[in-house]
């Protein structure tokens, strides 16, 4: 579990967008957000063929 500590004259509003960007980084939300719902593996693969598509797609364009 990520954490941050408050320091002296610091607003808790720069504390917390230091907190923000850890759980970012981690990715602890798109981690939460893929355990919400159940997905079947033909799901599953069905989301990585194309995530994988995508990205090939991409390089071939790119420059």
């Known amino acids: 579990m990520p954490s941050v500590?408050?320091?002296?004259?610091e607003p808790f509003?720069?504390?917390l967008r230091?907190?923000?960007r850890i759980v970012e980084q981690e990715?602890?939300?798109?981690?939460?957000k893929k355990h919400q719902y159940?997905?079947?593996?033909s799901e599953k693969r069905?989301?990585?063929?194309n995530q994988y598509k995508r990205k090939k797609e991409?390089?071939?364009i790119g420059p």
């Open 5 to 9: 500590r408050v320091r002296e004259d």
């Open 13 to 15: 509003e720069k504390a």
């Open 18 to 20: 230091r907190f923000n």
């Open 27 to 32: 990715g602890i939300l798109s981690e939460i």
């Open 38 to 41: 159940f997905e079947n593996p």
């Open 46 to 49: 069905r989301k990585k063929l």
């Open 58 to 60: 991409k390089e071939a």
